[in-house]
């Protein structure tokens, strides 16, 4: 499986934007750039996931760099339940099994 | 609601016994899985199954063991063989097949063995 690396962890204040980078310089043209979260003492939940063009949702937006060996994972406006800790995961399109890996990944500390 | 549940939320064993950790799902999905997961660390599979009656072992199977009688039941079962048994167990469930289905995590048994 290709590797992802994240920083130990981060801080920001409340209501400020957050920018979670994520290297991933061994990825593979099928490889989907996928981010969970987990919130303390529960399972993670699933945030995003993009191939190469940036990505939006609900919960947040994805940049995904032009050769795709890095991206970053945008909170436009933190708050204090988004403290968690962020996994950044490839995931391969053509594998039949949906196993993810989890690297360390990124505990984002809000400052109220 | 549909999820997943898992039971029960804290699970104290003495060392030596076996303990099975339930985990239910009401997605109808047809893949579930098995994660733990030790203090600052991410997770880590032990087992996936598929389909119904068929199971693969992850990265850290060794010391348990997995059942899959009922799509909607995949319960894991820490023996005595399992060196380290004290962790976050992490039970999740999806959509199979080629694609890009995301995980349902359900919320964790942890488990203490002393």
């Known amino acids: 499986d290709a590797k992802t690396t994240q920083p130990n962890s981060m801080e920001s204040n409340e209501e400020e934007p957050v920018h979670l980078p994520c290297n991933h310089s061994?990825?593979?043209?099928?490889?989907?750039i996928h981010w969970y979260r987990q919130l303390p003492s529960q399972g993670p939940e699933y945030v995003i996931h993009?191939?190469?063009s940036n990505v939006n949702n609900r919960m947040a937006s994805l940049a995904i760099a032009e050769d795709r060996k890095s991206s970053t994972l945008i909170l436009h406006r933190a708050t204090l339940r988004d403290a968690a800790v962020y996994y950044c995961?490839?995931?391969?399109?053509?594998?039949?099994?949906?196993?993810?890996?989890f690297g360390q990944g990124t505990r984002l500390t809000i400052n109220p | 609601d549909g999820g997943i549940t898992q039971s029960p939320k804290y699970l104290f064993r003495k060392e030596g016994q076996n303990v099975t950790l339930s985990c239910e799902q009401n997605?109808?999905?047809?893949?579930m899985y098995w994660y733990r997961q030790d203090p600052g660390q991410g997770l880590r599979l032990i087992y996936y199954?598929?389909?119904?009656?068929?199971?693969q072992k992850g990265d850290i199977a060794e010391g348990y063991s997995v059942s899959r009688e009922k799509k909607e039941s995949f319960p894991l079962t820490v023996t005595s063989a399992q060196k380290n048994p004290t962790a976050f167990y992490l039970c999740?469930?999806?959509?199979?097949?080629?694609?890009?289905?995301?995980?349902?995590f359900g919320p964790g048994t942890r488990l203490t063995v002393t």
């Open positions: 995961i490839l995931r391969d399109r053509n594998q039949g099994a949906q196993k993810l890996v």
């Open positions: 993009g191939l190469t």
């Open positions: 997605l109808n999905h047809d893949a």
């Open positions: 199954s598929q389909i119904v009656n068929d199971f």
């Open positions: 999740a469930s999806s959509i199979t097949g080629r694609g890009l289905y995301e995980q349902y």
């Open positions: 061994t990825i593979s043209g099928t490889d989907y």
